[in-house]
């Protein structure tokens, strides 16, 4: 309010100042024409000028405009980020590995940047629950049976709302379940504090470098007394990191489940060269994956995406997409919507046929 305030009074002394210059010169000296002759009144106006002026210098120094506009930048940005208010200027300071953090129950298995974060992130799952409604079905029908009792996943992926939904399902059908972040930049910190708070061992955080990256990974796989009998993957790393790092433990693994184009990959080499001796399940290439994920997914998450990093305009911009399968149909799809020129490149004849 203070901002505005001043906004209105230096917006009052420009048009007091205009005003004044016009009545007293602008109209060619209509003063000595008998309009204003009357000295007392010119001094009563140059006095009530100065006050106006005197207001004026009021309104916040250079330095202090510059703090006043990045704090209501400042503010702006924090109303748009899910998790800036509950986010501590420490924190950033601090790495989550060097921290000692419990949540209610007493345990501290888990590494995420700020536990106290968890009933925010509880809400965003709550939400998430609402559009995944075949998990929750799921749910509610089999935990009463826990059909996965004995199962030890220790799971890759993104950690957001989404995910913590089906991390939270195979717990709650009987699994144990310790999981890390696949992708240094998606995780949502308040979600990843909820998981925790939960009691699920997670180890993630936004941010982690690379070295965090594999530490998060190792801390999953490495436990006392715990040792994992199924895999939950996406893009192959927490795979390649059992193969190498702990065969004895790849050895037992029961199954693994692959969900990216990169870690299926990874997979079809391991099997060629006669190394893959675990059942795996190519997740990536089922019906629903290719359809929808792919399709509908990807037409959201590329505009949050770009708009996140480039933030402009897309109208009238010249944006190339190369291939125009599931994904590059998606992306086409949003950007076109957005107004923007889309050229697409593909190498295979029916797809470049339904672009053109």
Request: hydrophobic content about 35%.
């Amino acid at each position: 309010m203070d901002a505005i305030s001043h906004l209105g009074n230096f917006f009052k002394i420009c048009v007091t100042r205009a005003l004044t210059q016009t009545y007293f010169s602008g109209w060619g000296g209509v003063e000595a024409q008998g309009i204003c002759r009357d000295p007392d009144v010119s001094r009563e106006k140059q006095i009530q000028f100065a006050d106006d002026m005197q207001e004026f210098t009021k309104f916040p120094t250079k330095t202090g405009r510059r703090s006043l506009s990045r704090s209501i930048s400042q503010s702006s940005t924090d109303s748009y980020s899910s998790a800036a208010s509950y986010t501590d200027s420490s924190d950033d300071e601090v790495s989550p590995r060097d921290k000692q953090q419990t949540n209610s129950k007493g345990s501290s298995n888990f590494c995420v940047k700020n536990i106290k974060q968890a009933e925010f992130g509880r809400r965003e799952i709550e939400i998430a629950e609402q559009d995944m409604s075949a998990l929750i079905s799921l749910r509610k029908r089999a935990q009463g049976e826990k059909p996965l009792a004995g199962a030890k996943i220790v799971g890759c992926t993104h950690i957001t709302a989404q995910t913590a939904v089906l991390i939270e399902t195979l717990c709650a059908l009987g699994a144990q379940c310790r999981w890390s972040a696949c992708n240094i930049y998606s995780t949502q910190n308040e979600v990843a504090a909820a998981l925790a708070e939960a009691g699920v061992a997670v180890f993630a955080w936004k941010g982690e470098s690379e070295d965090d990256f594999w530490w998060c990974i190792d801390r999953c796989v490495n436990m006392d007394g715990w040792q994992a009998n199924m895999i939950l993957d996406d893009g192959g790393d927490l795979t390649h990191w059992v193969y190498k790092k702990y065969p004895n433990v790849f050895k037992k693994i029961r199954g693994i489940v692959e969900e990216s184009v990169t870690g299926v990959h990874r997979l079809y080499q391991l099997s060629k060269a006669g190394k893959l001796c675990v059942p795996a399940m190519n997740v990536n290439d089922s019906v629903t994956k290719q359809k929808f994920d792919n399709l509908y997914c990807c037409r959201e998450s590329i505009l949050d995406g770009l708009k996140r990093t480039t933030d402009v305009m897309f109208g009238g911009k010249q944006v190339v997409v190369c291939g125009y399968g599931e994904v590059g149909k998606g992306c086409c799809a949003a950007l076109k919507a957005l107004g923007a020129i889309v050229y697409i490149t593909e190498i295979d004849p029916i797809c470049a046929l339904q672009a053109w």
